[in-house]
């Protein structure tokens, strides 16, 4: 019987073949694997072909993975650091007007973004859409809904009684027409008896006029301006049988005594709202210092990625705004917005 041949060491050409064939066959699967792992895991929804806003929340993908980015990474819309596609255009949810923390988000003046919310200019309170000063607004004092009487002072967020009032238990009152407190405090007039002009009397006298239980003069009384019944409003006073702003250095707009060369409601004339985080300064609209206006908002040029170093230079995707200048890197603070 013939031996074997002795064993070279090396493969025969067909078993050499076969391990070429399975080893090929192993390296496509796995880049098939890695590919479709990409694609679960990836981070950001990029936008459509209609132009509709990527979504920046916590929705599934159709992977299985999580939609949306945080503010540190890219925007794969290609928009820079800290900005954010709305629409066609990347803007910063912190500083637009019209896009406040999120697309679509208006802020109405004398309303305008800070920090992602549609707030007053400091100093001002957002009463239901009005800005105002709750430390002198006699309508507004100290809060709100703190409305003074007529004829009454908003004086450091608290209402001071007119020259013509006494405080009665807490209570401003004109002891020149009240029948409860007629000339003083607690001096009430008989039954049948009216408050004319500190004292108890039967008629009223000729150029005063009744109304209720106290004689009044309709010319200058803020409680019966013009006719009884006709009180003014708050911080107003009468003249003339007329309501006017008891600060002469102030302007009736509607019912309101406003400051008109400090007003974000009223700047300059009534129903002239500020906008885009600008305050009133002697009665003009106008940026903060070292804020100017490019287009239609206050901009920080330091380190708005839109406006970096001058109006309308935006920084490229990828890039933050850093002392007026554009480069490359991740956002401060954890990702805030560079608006």
């Known amino acids: 019987m013939n031996s074997a041949p002795p064993s070279s060491g090396f493969l025969s050409a067909p078993a050499r073949g076969v391990l070429v064939a399975v080893a090929l066959a192993g390296v496509s699967a796995l880049a098939c694997s890695n590919t479709v792992t990409g694609a679960?895991?990836?981070?950001?929804?990029?936008?459509s072909s209609t132009g509709a806003a990527p979504s920046y929340g916590g929705g599934a993908t159709s992977g299985g993975g999580s939609a949306g980015y945080t503010p540190d990474q890219p925007d794969p819309t290609g928009c820079p650091?800290?900005?954010?596609?709305?629409?066609?255009?990347?803007?910063?949810?912190?500083?637009?007007?019209?896009?406040?923390?999120?697309?679509?988000?208006?802020?109405?003046?004398?309303?305008?973004?800070?920090?992602?919310?549609?707030?007053?200019?400091?100093?001002?309170?957002?009463?239901?859409?009005?800005?105002?000063?709750?430390?002198?607004?006699?309508?507004?004092?100290?809060?709100?809904?703190?409305?003074?009487?007529?004829?009454q002072a908003c004086l450091g967020g608290t209402c001071a009684c007119a020259a013509a009032q006494l405080d009665c238990g807490g209570a401003c009152t004109s002891v020149l027409t009240d029948a409860v407190n007629c000339g003083g405090c607690g001096v009430a007039c008989e039954t049948g008896k009216v408050c004319s002009r500190g004292a108890c009397v039967t008629d009223c006298a000729a150029d005063l006029e009744p109304c209720g239980d106290a004689c009044v003069n309709i010319g200058n009384d803020p409680m019966n301006c013009g006719g009884c019944g006709d009180a003014c409003g708050a911080g107003q006073t009468c003249r003339n049988g007329r309501c006017r702003c008891t600060d002469m250095s102030t302007t009736t707009c509607g019912t309101a005594c406003v400051s008109l060369p400090t007003s974000p409601n009223h700047c300059g004339m009534c129903n002239n709202a500020c906008a885009g985080g600008r305050t009133c300064v002697a009665g003009v609209c106008d940026c903060p210092p070292e804020t100017p206006l490019c287009g239609d908002r206050c901009a920080n040029l330091d380190t708005d990625a839109a406006h970096c170093g001058m109006c309308d230079h935006a920084c490229g995707a990828g890039e933050v705004c850093e002392d007026g200048a554009c480069v490359a890197g991740e956002l401060p603070d954890g990702g805030a917005d560079g608006g």
Do not use: K
């Not at 679960?40 to 936008?47: F, K, P, W």
């Open 40 to 47: 679960e895991g990836q981070g950001g929804t990029s936008a």
């Open 81 to 151: 650091l800290g900005l954010h596609r709305c629409g066609p255009d990347c803007v910063s949810f912190l500083t637009d007007d019209a896009n406040c923390g999120a697309c679509a988000n208006t802020c109405l003046a004398p309303l305008s973004c800070r920090e992602g919310l549609c707030a007053c200019p400091l100093g001002f309170d957002d009463c239901s859409g009005s800005c105002v000063e709750i430390a002198r607004d006699p309508a507004h004092c100290g809060a709100c809904t703190g409305a003074c009487e007529p004829d």
